[in-house]
């Protein structure tokens, strides 16, 4: 399918038709900024129902990892189906799973054993991670961080602090969370260094939060995003890790990367950490890892996953369909995919860096791999998030066949399948160019 091809004015009327449907009949909470509907997809392109195709850098929120129904996912995931949909991992055991299992223990990102637990989505990833800190540190603390998000769950969302209507209505919160500032380099005070900008958010944590609201020997974990996503694609310098493995270690306190948005060769590594050079304790990944079916794994030192049978557990999690399309959806990221994210994502970042030159309201472009950012600013000194304008390119880049999602309060994400090409980035880039000429 080539992409895009624009065959209706949009909406167009089966889209229109089906959208008033969904009003009358789905929940109002969520979030969809412009009115895509799904036919179906290959690759980087998806058709609507009216017949007209997009290129796709949304990726159903960075999830279609190996493109749209790769074949070998699809294959996989019938020939599991042939044989049985569900058995209750907690109860029985599978192949299926526990080759999952032994998969994450040879990528996760530190030397030595694991365990992993499965569930069916990020959210859940994250509460089992929770649970599992506090449960092998016999602590209560979390120390999540501003702008992160982990998810909807009581449990996460408690440590989610990205928008406030996410939080709002639903309190209270889990207590014993606290939140520290992220660093962002690009929102840092002009003239502070890097160190500066690290100290700014890990001496938070240490002369603040452990000097005045709880002592370090009651903290549990620190659950922190490699890059942050829903946040606006923030990378934080290197030294942040190893500021805060140091930290974490001298306190006793585990290290849980979320790894749900940023994991699964998204950023040209397997995980968003390897580009950190620290090793974590537990890594939770969902979205990419089953390229479209809901999986979420929570993966951890052997030694930290020792809670006793019947202390966690889930009906669906670990589904025998999910988990022959994660063993599929990773043998492709490690045979190809992984490395196509790294150089074609260097190649979309290049493009979209080029496009700073010419359209003022871009202030800066950044990400690893195909997790990329541009952040639009009202002015480049006094760096005014321009968030209208961003809502707007989001919907010009769709009129012109371009799926992208917003992330943050005024950054465009760019999180494609990881089968882009070079002239799929192209296209993107080509795109945005002429939407940024036309908002002005
Ligand atoms: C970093 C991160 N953690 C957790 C989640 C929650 O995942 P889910 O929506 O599958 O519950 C998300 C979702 O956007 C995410 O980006």
Redesign the pocket.
């Given at each position: 399918m080539d992409a895009p091809q624009l065959k209706t004015s949009l909406p167009g009327p089966r889209a229109k038709a089906l959208i008033a449907r969904d009003g009358a009949v789905v929940s109002p909470s969520y979030t969809r900024s412009y009115p895509f509907v799904m036919a179906r997809g290959v690759g980087a392109a998806v058709e609507d129902v009216d017949g007209n195709v997009f290129l796709d850098c949304a990726a159903g929120?960075?999830v279609n990892s190996t493109g749209h129904s790769h074949p070998d996912v699809v294959a996989a995931i019938v020939e599991q189906a042939s044989k049985f949909l569900h058995m209750s991992g907690t109860d029985f055991y599978y192949e299926p799973q526990v080759r999952l299992a032994e998969a994450m223990n040879a990528i996760a990102p530190w030397q030595g054993q694991t365990r992993s637990f499965f569930s069916?989505?990020?959210?859940?990833?994250?509460e089992a991670a929770i649970k599992l800190a506090r449960y092998h540190t016999k602590r209560y603390g979390i120390i999540g961080f501003l702008g992160?998000?982990?998810?909807?769950?009581l449990g996460?969302l408690s440590v989610?602090s990205s928008k406030a209507i996410q939080r709002r209505g639903f309190g209270p919160p889990l207590g014993g969370v606290y939140h520290a500032p992220f660093p962002n380099p690009y929102r840092s005070p002009a003239g502070q260094s890097e160190e500066e900008c690290v100290a700014a958010s890990v001496d938070f944590i240490e002369d603040q939060i452990f000097v005045h609201l709880v002592s370090p020997d009651e903290v549990a974990a620190v659950v922190v995003?490699p890059i942050?996503?829903?946040g606006g694609y923030v990378v934080p310098p290197v030294s942040f890790f190893e500021r805060l493995r140091e930290m974490t270690r001298r306190h006793g306190i585990l290290l849980v990367v979320?790894?749900?948005?940023?994991g699964m060769g998204r950023t040209g590594k397997m995980f968003g950490i390897e580009h950190f050079g620290v090793e974590p304790d537990v890594v939770?990944v969902?979205?990419g890892v089953a390229s479209g079916l809901?999986l979420?794994v929570t993966t951890a030192r052997a030694e930290v996953m020792a809670w006793p049978s019947g202390s966690h557990a889930n009906t669906f999690g670990g589904n025998p369909l999910s988990c022959a399309a994660a063993l599929s959806t990773i043998t492709l990221l490690k045979e190809s995919l992984m490395a196509n994210a790294a150089e074609v994502g260097d190649h979309l970042l290049q493009g979209l860096r080029g496009l700073g030159g010419k359209h003022a309201l871009i202030g800066d472009v950044r990400g690893k791999g195909l997790m990329l950012g541009i952040e639009l600013v009202r002015d480049r000194l006094t760096k005014q998030r321009a968030s209208a304008e961003r809502d707007r390119l989001v919907e010009e880049c769709f009129k012109r066949g371009l799926l992208v999602l917003g992330a943050g309060r005024n950054t465009l994400r760019l999180s494609p399948p990881l089968v882009l090409t070079k002239e799929q980035a192209d296209t993107a880039v080509r795109i945005i160019d002429e939407s940024l000429t036309a908002m002005r």
């Open positions: 929120i960075a069916n989505s990020g959210t859940e990833a994250i992160g998000f982990h998810g909807r769950t996460s989610t995003e942050q996503g829903e979320d790894e749900v948005q940023s939770a969902a979205k809901p979420g």
